[in-house]
């Protein structure tokens, strides 16, 4: 084993969320998870060209446009690959959260296969799990079209109006300290206690499992996706950070610290830029 995947796995190890065996499940799974999300953001980072609003020469020829009220309506085909385009966003930010209940659920099926029980293939799980995240791209693509209506949207999809940026910090901030955000991260951290509590038998009990666990995490970080317009969808580098924070959540030590750490500074930043922007 590599130096690498010997990190990968003490990591996950110190976690309690590496099953215990003497194979390399682990790292497969971790492996399989890790490349799907490596092609999912290989399409972001080289298909957003193909979006709305991403032909537009420049910027500034952006800015022209969308202050004259010239921009094109939405035609089908746009809503389309404005869905796939967050469809695949929240692939690339979530498969790597989904890891430790994977690892969980994939100790779980082999000790039901040495018991003669055998169990639905993890994949079951994980299909279940994103598609609460695939369902949410329907509803960021409405919200998308609903702010390029109104004109509030830059050519980097972030918003064009400070002050709305600002209060959506807020509200994030204001959200991180939430009972339902602690409750909701806890599930999140401890997939062993919803797969128990939600089990159920076959390849439709497994996405069912999936589709609980998916539940808590869209309650954890359904608000952190809507940070996504203040950075901007097309930044990259804003959409990794976002990212990296909800893996964080899942699975650093003293997140209850650090979290609302971060919670408090939000609404700090915020309310100053409201004032400044003000």
């Known amino acids: 084993m590599t130096s690498a995947a010997s990190g990968v796995r003490s990591i996950f190890a110190r976690a309690g969320l590496w099953p215990e065996s003497k194979h390399s499940e682990g790292l497969v799974v971790v492996g399989a998870l890790a490349g799907a999300s490596a092609v999912a953001w290989l399409y972001l980072i080289f298909g957003f060209r193909s ?3 991403m032909q537009t020469s420049s910027s500034a020829d952006m800015s022209v446009k969308m202050a004259m009220g010239t921009l094109h309506a939405w035609t089908v085909g746009d809503v389309v690959i404005t869905w796939l385009m967050w469809a695949v966003m929240m692939v690339a930010m979530m498969l790597p959260s989904a890891v430790p209940l994977t690892l969980v659920y994939g100790a779980v099926a082999r000790k039901a296969g040495r018991q003669g029980t ?6 079951s799980l994980v299909a279940g799990y994103l598609s609460l995240w695939i369902v949410l791209s329907v509803a960021l693509t409405a919200a998308q079209w609903g702010l390029d209506r109104l004109s509030l949207l830059s050519s980097s999809m972030a918003f064009t109006n400070a002050r709305l940026g600002a209060l959506v910090v807020i509200v994030a901030g204001i959200y991180e300290l939430t009972p339902l955000k602690r409750a909701c991260l806890d ?4 997939p062993a206690r919803t797969i128990a509590q939600h089990w159920r038998t076959g390849r439709a009990g497994a996405l069912r499992t999936g589709v609980h666990l998916g539940m808590y995490c869209l309650g954890c970080c359904w608000v952190l996706m809507v940070l996504l317009f203040v950075g901007g969808v097309m930044n990259l580098i804003w959409v990794a950070a ?14 209850t610290i650090w979290s609302r750490i971060l919670g408090a500074a939000m609404i700090a930043g915020g309310a100053v830029g409201a004032a400044v922007l003000g």
Do not use: H, M, N, Q
């Not at 976002?242 to 997140?255: G, N, Q, S």
């Open 51 to 53: 979006y709305p609003g």
């Open 118 to 123: 055998p169990i639905s293939p993890a994949s």
């Open 187 to 190: 599930r999140c951290r401890d």
């Open 242 to 255: 976002v990212a990296t924070f909800v893996l964080l959540e899942k699975i650093a030590p003293l997140v």
